[in-house]
Every structure is written in structure tokens, then in C-alpha cells.
């Protein structure tokens, strides 16, 4: 077949080192960028195919996110926007993994099985983050898409391309497949949304963004006039000088639990920061006594919830809401949340994808990792049906600023910012909702990271041996502790998280933990702050 000849051919241009065998993790393949030429040439590819199976728009991102700047990866994005299955997942990695030679083997095995009709057309968009090496390896996944129809859509956040891949397999339903329709959907909605807010002063008016050097700070820029009236944003960290993710962005944020470098910040000013493709979003500020302040993903995910509760009630709908949360979600948060707002609270592994699918199960699903990376995700519903019309606007304005197909660090802002504008709502005000207990995130480097295995969402050990009882007779020895394991689907560490009553039990959890990860997972390495 003719396919095949071409595909033997560009292959050739792209081939994969002997021996290197890459997993497609929590968000894709993930690497230093000199190892991913061949994963992007036969990710092009899979899409390609993925695109023929489902008969519509495949998404390619060339991101590796929060990981350094020398590092990217790739990831396929799902005809509604979402993330790829399970099942695609694991012939990404069989297809990344096959020793050249093997190619065309594992790739006809793949159509056979799925039963891929060759003859149907296909339709890839690819996007790509700041990074210079996305510039060699977007065009990679374009040789792999063999220019079936393929449409590059060059810098774009990887939520944008989530987005536009939805909107093109709606036939326009959900927006207009581009950037430009991605802004007027989302800021028309914002300054609808921002009418209902009485008496803003300037002053509440102001947000300092934290671009991590990356692609948000591009696109906030290409988004400025459309909220302009409404929404004054300073941008620190726009990538004219600083290196992607080097001490700034939201992930240095949140772990670190200090302000990046290269920000002003005033005493009680309102800033966040983005991750390097716009996925994540923090909130933060620090107080008159210069005491740094972190409103986290859990922090974001107890706001909007509130706020869509009441709105729901306003709207005399009888919609059913949960909360989804990983196991590094803060012990006050799900509290809070089940105590006190008592509204419905799940727990599922690490990664958007599994968060989404939870969320899914109910009419509305408010989903965020601790790492500020989430969206809500809302049923076919009908806020017009209310006879309530006021409320009823609001409502679907609301649905309207979010990007419900993936973690969006603009919408969220956007969302957040509407809801605060709304409720009158300072930062210390929403930071004082409850307090997080606290934590600490670390990372051992270990041999193997697959000698751990988990469950129950992520919050037990099962393997290696020793490990859980180790850790649990560890958790008794401080005051509200608790503490987990596991191997990193976007790095070749093992994660570990502890909380606890103080800073410094949290600590000691924390390291002592990582002593026991170290001794008994084959570590090679421990480092101090994740
Ligand atoms: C990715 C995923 C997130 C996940 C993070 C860390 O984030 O999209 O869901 O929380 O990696 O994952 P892990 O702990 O497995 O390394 P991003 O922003 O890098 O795409």
C-alpha cells in the first residue's frame, strides 16, 4: 500500500534510537526534547489513525507543561477535547516503542485491530508551546500526520487546542474552531458575567499574571483588548528574558510556597501564575508582614463550587454537584467541603483525564488538582428552562467562560475573577474560607519508579513491601498527618507527600518518608522540595 511505503520512508528521517523505551504517562510522553523525534513522528501517525477511527478532529499538543525547558513531549487530544483513552494510551506506547524495524508491524496490527478503514479521510490539528525545540518536533508529528488534511496551528495553549479540537467535531456547537473565537467566547461571556458586580474599585479591577515565560503570557497579550474594560492584567515573567519555568510559573509556586522571581508584588495584591502551557493556574498574595499566601487548586475549586451551588439554588435547578480531588488535595479542603458546604466529594488518581471522567458522573463536576490544574464540567443543560431569569443569565454566562474540556489557566482566571468581581470578595477573604494544613512535597530519585505500585486512588502502597506499613507507623507519630507515595507519570522520580498539624511536622513527615522510599524502593537520590 501506498500509505505504507511513505510512511517506511519518513520513518526513516525520523528514527528511534535502539533500546529507548518511553511510557506514555500522566500527560503524554514526557522527555529531554533530543529523545522525542521518533515519538512525535509516530504520535503524528496514531493521531492519523485515531482521526480515521473516530471519524473526526484529533488534537496533537507539543508541550511538556510544568517539566524544564530542555525537556518536551507530546500528548493526543480526543474528538470532545478531552484526553485519549486508556486503550490509545497504550498503543501510543507500543507504536512510540517498536524498534524501527517493527514499525509497520505494530502499526498494521493496531489498524487490525481497531479496524481503521485506511480509506477514510483524516483531520489532525497540532499546536505547539514556546519551547524552541517545539519548533523541529511540531514538525515531526506533521511528517507523521502525512499531510492527510493535518492543520498546524502553531503557538497555541495546550486548553486552547483542547478547545478547538471540541469545537471542530461540534460543527461549531461548542464555538468557532479558533483562537480569535476561543477569546470572544470566553471575554464576552466575562464581561456579561462582570455586570453583575457592583461598586469594583481599580484596585479590584488590577490582576498581576505570572507567565511563566511561557505561552500564556503570549496569549493574555492577544487577549488584553477583548477584556480590557473590565480587566486590567500587569504580566511578569512574559518570556522577553527569563527561561521557561525557572523560578516562576505555578507549579515552582506551589511547590516552593514563595512568589516567583521577576514579579512586583504589593502588600494584599492579587496575582497568579500559569504553568508553561497555560493548563495550571495559582492565586496568591503576600500580607503586611510579607507572609506569603496560597490559594491552590482546592482553594479555586472551593470558590467556584460555592458559587455554583448558590447560583443553582438562585436558578431553582436541581442539579446534582461534587467535587473531584486527587489524594494531594489539602485534608481542610475535602473538610470543608464535606462538613460545612456538604457537597458531594471524590477522589481519583493523579491526571486531568481521570478527574474529568469522575466529574462526568455528575451534572456538574467541579474538578482541580492541588496543582491549580482543572476546569468544571457541566451536562446538557437547559438554565433558560428557569423561570428565574436574572440567575438563569448568570448561569449560562458562567457555563460560557469555562473551557470544559480540559484545565484552563485563562478561563479559570477569567471564572475566578468574574466570581470574586460578583460576590465582593477580597483575596483574604476567599484565602480565610478555611485553613490549609501544612505540606510538603518532595522527590526521591529510586532506580526503578515502577517498583511502586498504588491504590485506592493513589493514597496506599502496595508495593514494595514494607513500604505502607512503614509510612502508616510514620503518620502516627504526628498530630491530623498524612502521607503518600507514588511514581511520577511526567518525571523519573518518586513523589512524596505529607501533612500535618505545623510546618514542621509536615516536614519531618515528609523527609522521614522519603528515607523510607529511599531505603526500601531502591533510591538513588533524595531532593528537598519537590
Ligand atoms: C501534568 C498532568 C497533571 C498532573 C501533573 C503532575 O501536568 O496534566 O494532571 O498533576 O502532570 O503529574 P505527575 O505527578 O504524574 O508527574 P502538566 O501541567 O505538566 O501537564
Redesign the pocket.
Known sequence: MAQFQEVSKLSSQHPKPPGLVLQY???GFRSNAKHLDHAMFRTGLLATLRSKKTKATIGVMV?????PEEDNGVKLIDPMGNMVTAEWEGYATQLVNAEQDDLLIVLKDIIEKETVNMSQEANVFVGKDTRSSSVSLSQAVLDGVLALSGHNYGLVT?PQLHYMVCCQNTQGKYGEPTVEGYYRKLCQAFIQLIKNASNCTDDQKHLSVDGANGIGALKLHEMESHVKSELQISVFNDGSKGKLNYECGA?FVKMQQKPPTGMEMSPGERCCSY???A??IVYYYTDSEGQFHLLDGDKIATLISTFLKELLTQVGLDLKIAVVQ?AYANGSSTRYLEDTMKVIVRCTK????HLHHAAQEFDIGVYF?A?G?GTVSISETDPHSSKRKRAAQLLQNTINVINQTV?DAISDMLLIEAILAIKGMTVQQWDAIYTDLPNRQLKVKVADRRVIDTTDAERRAVSPAGLQEAIDSLVKKYKLARSFV?P????DVV?VYAEAETQESADALAHEVSLAVYRLAGGIQTTHVS
Do not use: L, P, Q
Not at 63 to 67: F, I, K, Y
Not at 350 to 353: A, F, I, L, N
Open positions: 504517562g500522566t500527560a508541550t511538556a507543561s510544568h517539566n495546550t507549579d504553568d508553561g502551557d493548563d495550571r486527587t493523579t491526571g486531568v483525564k488538582e496543582n490544574h484545565g507514588r511520577s507519570g511526567t518525571e513523589r
